[in-house]
């Protein structure tokens, strides 16, 4: 992509109004736009970040047996009076409209109670069973406050795959080997894997606890309390002698640190199924629950916290996985032989397959030099009369100091090498 | 795809209240779930065929310099208050609903104003212009009637691409050219390409003239009239002796037909833009206005519209650009000698990058042959012991009657023919 052609241009300061940090810089950078509070449009870099994380959260979904679907947002109120989640004393954050008729509905927070009612059409046997829908879709809610930039959105991407299970052993595969296997291997694409913990949390209505998958950061808004070595963590809201002895962890070996919940899942049991009527037929021919889990990941917000935690005080610094682009290729002067080398380095790149993002604006290399480092992107070329008299274009990796001069004719072997040592 | 593996299930009729054809047929095939009238889930076959035409409509956008971001739903009632839009008497199909504090918010239903607010702040001189971002997106309009299933709806999903011109020569070329030229790539991609035509309607506010896409059909809601030599056509809504003068159409040629609008351009001038306050200075340091267009394709009303224009007695039939899988593969005896080939062909058609939807489920012959059509893949390939007997594997295509038995070792190069035939 030419930057003449990509219409964002980055800015010095941050809105006055916007308080978090991602949101600041990713504002600042031209890969989003606040449309309120919590509420944020992605121009086109932060389109590409989006799609690139979801994409990485979809295969590894596809890997474990989900299967993709997308619910709708417009909500009927019916099927969630059956489970007594529509009444805003249960649930305090629905957003809620009207068809032109006068019916209520709702804009979708969550999806059990549509799922269960669409899988019903299609469950009856146990040779139907088990199956993990998700989808990666836009959630809504409503909340009073909401200034975590994209970590805490009123409108927000999210992936929730749901389970359902034949059995209670059955659904306790899933929940504790198989799907968070998956997630630790979407955070490890994510460059996350080291810092992010497996956290016993409430469990909300149906189980003592639920798991949470928090990341370490300064800016998080749960407090965990770590144990390094066993690799498990407590959120504070469930923190307890009794707990503690429970999962076999001793107050000595705990860190208390702050941390942001880049997923959960919670074992629902058959409270919702049943409710709503969805049962199998075991092998015996007699009637039985279906044993749900739901598990959600928040795409938009793991947007924000690696904006915001890989960040230095010049700007973005995204891992390679979800990079807009591989290389910010900055032509510096308006010489003939300056952007012939750029012109057609920009060329052999892209042909080879690797993203760049080629600066070939009329703007003053300082400027170029500062774009580089606000947006981003993991390495950096720069062709200038300087570099061609070193011998070739000037190399540099976003997050060291040094800069290598490479030859025109070996740039695209050494990129390759380096993108690969980084992923 | 394991047929087994994939949790829908055919049924032998539709629901009751469902009126629409296409939305029958993909409910019957387990494509969709119906939500309310108007509003669907996708389902995981359904889903394919949603991202399969997104991405034909994002590939013929990128190639005409469009920029995919990805904008908010929930709206800021102020911008849309400048421009007059908020008034349920200027525009009587909103959603609207609050913030937990009280404010009022819009849900999304086109996107010229948050747009044109969020590139304020990139657009300032003429080196800017031209843009043309665009977005596949959610849509909600809140429709008095939904009857047509995913042909119109409350909720659905469009590309909206917006055009910002330097002048209207610029726009010009671009509304009357560019933007047709990829829009027919689009319909020629989807089989579509023949049977819709350039059609002259009302321009709204800002023009005399908009331009639809209308493609021939028995349930279109539109009526136009259309001169099959020009291969051009005007809407009914503006169809008068001045307006065929002024396109020099003759009424003579005219045939008067009904017709779906599968996309639609509008000329916008710079009444919003204006009112919104975006600007840019010419070379010359003068501010000037700029000139707007937008220009929409509804993908899930063209997912309904290949449901029912190619549909047959039997069930579903998909071109091979949007088809879920390209082979609808069925084993039909559980026999070792069969199940064993079908696998071995299953494994041999997967690898060589071949979509294929496997029945390998314990059900009747007439069970899958049935489904097959239901479905409605390009290929059908049978294995039982009589294929076998006869040499190989039973091939057919959805839309003709012959079958031919193909040699196991021949079945992957056949099918590559075959599919390449069908694009």
Redesign the interface.
């Known amino acids: 992509m030419r930057r003449s052609?990509?219409?964002?241009?980055t800015?010095k300061q941050a809105p006055a109004d916007e308080t978090a940090k991602n949101a600041q810089l990713l504002i600042r950078a031209?890969y989003i736009?606040k449309?309120?509070a919590g509420?944020?449009?992605?121009?086109?870099l932060?389109?590409i970040v989006?799609e690139k994380i979801s994409q990485i959260v979809r295969e590894e979904m596809n890997k474990i047996?989900g299967?993709?679907?997308?619910?709708?947002?417009?909500?009927?109120k019916e099927i969630w009076e059956i489970t007594g989640r529509w009444d805003d004393k249960k649930v305090d954050?629905w957003?809620?409209?009207?068809?032109?008729?006068g019916t209520d509905?709702g804009?979708g927070l969550t999806h059990e109670e549509?799922l269960i009612n669409?899988?019903k059409?299609?469950?009856s046997s146990y040779?139907?069973l088990p199956?993990y829908?998700y989808q990666i879709q836009?959630k809504?809610r409503?909340?009073?406050r909401a200034k975590s930039g994209l970590m805490r959105g009123?409108?927000f991407l999210m992936k929730d795959l749901y389970s359902f299970s034949r059995s209670q052993k059955e659904h306790d595969k899933f929940y504790n080997d198989i799907a968070p296997n998956a997630y630790f291997e979407v955070y490890r694409r994510l460059d996350l894997g080291d810092i992010t913990y497996k956290t016993f949390a409430s469990g909300g209505y149906f189980s003592k606890f639920s798991l949470e998958f928090q990341t370490l950061s300064e800016v998080g808004e749960d407090t965990i309390y770590l144990d390094k070595t066993k690799r498990l963590a407590v959120n504070k809201e469930v923190y307890s002698d009794e707990v503690l002895n429970d999962l076999g962890l001793s107050k000595d070996g705990l860190e208390e640190v702050k941390a942001v919940e880049v997923g959960n899942i919670f074992p629902l049991g058959s409270g919702y199924s049943d409710a709503l009527g969805l049962y199998f037929t075991d092998e015996h021919g007699q009637r039985q629950s279906v044993i749900m889990g739901c598990y959600g990941i928040g795409v938009s917000r793991l947007a924000g916290l690696l904006a915001e935690h890989f960040a230095d005080e010049r700007g973005l610094v995204w891992p390679v996985s979800v990079a807009p682009y591989a290389v910010y290729l900055a032509c510096l002067e308006d010489k003939p032989e300056v952007k012939k080398l750029s012109d057609s380095v920009y060329s052999e790149l892209t042909s080879a397959g690797i993203s760049v993002l080629y600066d070939d604006r009329?703007e003053r290399p300082g400027e170029k030099f500062a774009d580089a480092d606000l947006l981003g992107m993991p390495l950096r070329l720069i062709v200038s009369e300087k570099s061609i008299a070193g011998g070739g274009l000037e190399l540099k990796s976003r997050t060291k100091d040094d800069t290598q001069i490479v030859p025109a004719d070996s740039v695209k072997q050494l990129i390759v090498d380096r993108l690969s040592g980084l992923v």
Chains 1, 2 share one sequence.
């Open positions: 052609q990509l219409f964002i241009k800015k031209g736009h449309e309120m509420v944020y449009s992605y121009l086109p932060g389109k989006i047996g299967l993709e679907v997308l619910m709708s947002t417009l909500q009927n954050n957003f809620k409209t009207k068809l032109a008729n509905v804009v549509p669409a899988i059409n299609f469950v040779k139907d199956i829908p836009t809504f409503n909340e009073l009123r409108e009329d």
